[in-house]
C-alpha cells in the first residue's frame, strides 16, 4: 500500500515524536524574576535533545523533557549561573493538586450562582411583589438548590463524619443551616411566601469555601516543599559487581551485595566494612559529634556518613531489618501529641454547635406557644440559624492560620500541620538536640597560641591527611602557606609524621603522640621536635543559633539541650551558649521519656532536632521542629521544618504562632459580637433576608481583615 | 415588566458563561504557576502555553 500524499508518509515519524521522554524535575532555588524564566528557558530549549523546558516560578522549578542525563541538564544550568537540585521523581509523587482544583471548582461555582441569586433578591429586597416575587424565587431556586447541592459536599460529608462518630463540629451546623435554609426557602416559595434565603445559603457556602480553599492551598504548598526536600535525597546506591560497578535503588540491595559509599555520602544499609580503615559521623544515629574510626570488620550502620575516602561494605542487613528502620519503627509506637490535641476550632465547636441547636429549638416551642403557627415558627427558627452560621467563625481560624502560614513561609518555615501553630503557642520548655540542629558537622580550632611558621606546618600535615579532623584544621588554616616536608609518612587511624627542615614533626591523635593521659587523649595534637601542642577544638555552632537562643529565653522560654554526645562536649556548648539545663549521653528512650516526664508535669515540652535519636522525642512532644538538613524521618516526625540554613528566625515562628492564637480568639469574640445583635432580632421574627444577608458579609469581612493583622509585627 | 422575558434568560447565559469559562481554566492548569504567568508578561517572546510544558 503507498501512500497518497506526502503528509501520510510523515504522519508515522509524528506519532514517533509524541512519544516524548519522561519529565525531569529539578529544583532552582535562585529562581526570582522574568528575567530567570527567560534565560532559562532559552537556553536549555537551545540544547540539542531538550524537548521542552519549563520553569515554574512559584514552585522554583524546571521541568525539562529530555533524552539527556540530568547532569548535563545541571551543568547547563550551573553554567549560566544557577545551581539546580535533580528531584527524585517517585518521592515527588503524582502531581496535580486534584483536592485543590476540586475546591476551587465548587467555590467559582457558588461564586458565580451567588452573585445571580443576589442579583435577583435585590429586585425582592427593593419590593418586588405577588408574581414578579414568586417568579425571581422560582429562579432562584432553580441556580440555588443544584449549586447548593454541588458545592456543599464537603461540608456535608466532613458533618456526616462527625455525627457518625458521635461528635459536633463546625460543620455540622453549617450544614444544617445550608440545608434548612435551602429547603425552607423553597417551600416558602412554593406557597408563595415572602422571604426566601437562597442568597444566604449560597453565600454561607461561597464564604466558607474560601476558607476551606485559603487552608488548604498554604497546606498544600508546604507539603509539596516538604515532599521537594524528601525528593531531593537520591535513594541511590553504588553496588559491585563482577562486571564492575552500578548505580541501584537501596531498595534493590540485599545481603551479601558488596557496597561503596563515596565520600560524604550516606551508608545505605547495615553492614560490615571491607576496606582497612574509615571513618563515620554518627551524629544521625547516637549524637556523637567526633568522627568514628572503623577497621576493617567493624559493623557500620544505614545512616552513618562517610568521612573519609570511598570505602567499601558487604550488606548485613537492609531495608526494613536495618537499625535506621527499626529506631524508626519505634516512632509509630509511640504515643503521638498530636492525635490527643483539639484544635481551637473544634473546642470553639463543641461549645457552639449545641448552643446554637438548643437556641433555634427553644425558639420554635417558644412561637409555637406563643401564636401556634407553626410554619412561622419554623421560619423563624430556621433564621435563627441561618443568623446564627458559624460564617464568621468558619472563618475565624482558617483565615488567620493562612496567614501566619503563608508569613512564616517566606520566613523559611514548613508549617507542615494545620494545629501546629496553636500548639506551639502553648509551648514553655523548647528541649534542643545538639548534634546537627545546634551545631553542624564542622570543627573550629583555637588556634591563637600558635606562630604562624607553626600554623604553616600544621597546615602542611594536615593536608597530607585524610583524616576528617586533620581536613577540618586544613580548612580552617586556609590562610596559611603550607611549610615545605619531606619524608612524609600517614600512620592510618593515628596521625601524620613528617620532617621540616631537619626537624620531625608530627599532627595526630595525643596518645600516638606521647600526650599525657586524661582528657586530652582523644584530642589533635601538633609535635614539632619534642614540643608537642594540643590543639583544640569545639563544634561549629549552626548559623543563627545564638540569635536564636537569645530570642527564646526572652520569650520566656525554658531551654535544656538533650544530646546524646558525651557529657564533656555537651556542656562546653550549653556553657558557651548560655543555657544552664543540659545533659548528655542520652539514648533515644531517655530523650523520650524526659519529654514524656514534662508533658506528665505540664510544661508542654516543644522538641527541635534533627537525627533518628530524637524521632521519638519530637513524635512525642506538644510540638516539634526539624531543621531542613534533618534525616527524612526526623523531618516527617516533625511539625515544622527549618528550610533556611540559619536558625535565627525560630524565635518569630514561636511569635507568630502565639500572635495567631491571639487574632483567632479575637475573631471568635468578633463573630460573636455580631451575634449577639442579630439573634434577638431574629428570635424575635424580626429577621429578613437582607438582614441575613448583611450580617454575613459584615462579619466575614471584618474578621478577614483582622486576620490580615498578623503579616504587621506584634 | 415583559422585558423579564429577555433579560433573564440573557443575563443567566451570562452568567453560564462565567461559570463554563472558569472550568476551563480550571482544566488547563492555569493556576499551576501564578507567579511565574504574572512575570512571562514581562518576556517579550513567550515560549508556549503553560498545557504544554
Redesign the interface.
Known sequence: MTAACPACVAAPAAIELAQMPDAVQLSVPALRCAACISAIESHLNALPDVMTARVNLSLKRVEVRTDLPTSDITQALASIGYDAYPLDAAALGEDGDQAGRDLLMRMGLSGFAMMNVMLLSVAVWSGAVGATRDLFHLISAAIAIPCVAYAAQPFFRNAARALKVGRLNMDVPISLAIVLAAAMSLYETLHGGAHAYFDAALSLTFFLLIGRYLEHRTRSAARSAAKELTALEVHQATRQTAHGSEVVPISALSIGDAIVVPTGMRVPVDGTLTSAHADTDRAFLTGESDPIPHTRGATLHAGEVNLGAPLHLTATAVGTDTRLHQIARLVDTAENARNRYTSLADRAAQIYAPAVHVLALVTFLGWVLVDGDIRHAVNVAIAVLIITCPCALGLAVPAVSTAAISKLYKLGFLVKSGTALERLAEVQTVLLDKTGTLTTPNFTFDLGSLSPSQCSIAKALADHSAHPLARALGRHLQESVPAPLTQIEEHKGKGVRAVWTDTDVALGQASWLGGRDGEARQGLTLKIGPVTIPLTYSEATRDGVPAMIAGLQSAGLTLDIMSGDTDAKTRSLADRLGIDRFAGHMSPEDKNARVGALADAGATPCMIGDGINDTIALTRAHASIAPGSALDAARNAADVVVVSDSMAQVPALFATARQTVRLSRQNFAIALAYNAVAVPIAIAGFATPLMAALAMSLSSITVLLNAMRIGVKP | ?NV?VFL?PV??LL?TL??VA??WT?TTDQ??????EA???????D??RPD??
Open positions: 415588566m423579564l433573564i443575563s443567566l452568567g462565567g461559570v472558569f472550568a480550571l493556576y499551576d504557576d501564578p507567579e511565574g512575570s512571562r508578561i514581562l518576556i517579550d517572546e515560549t508556549g504544554q510544558s
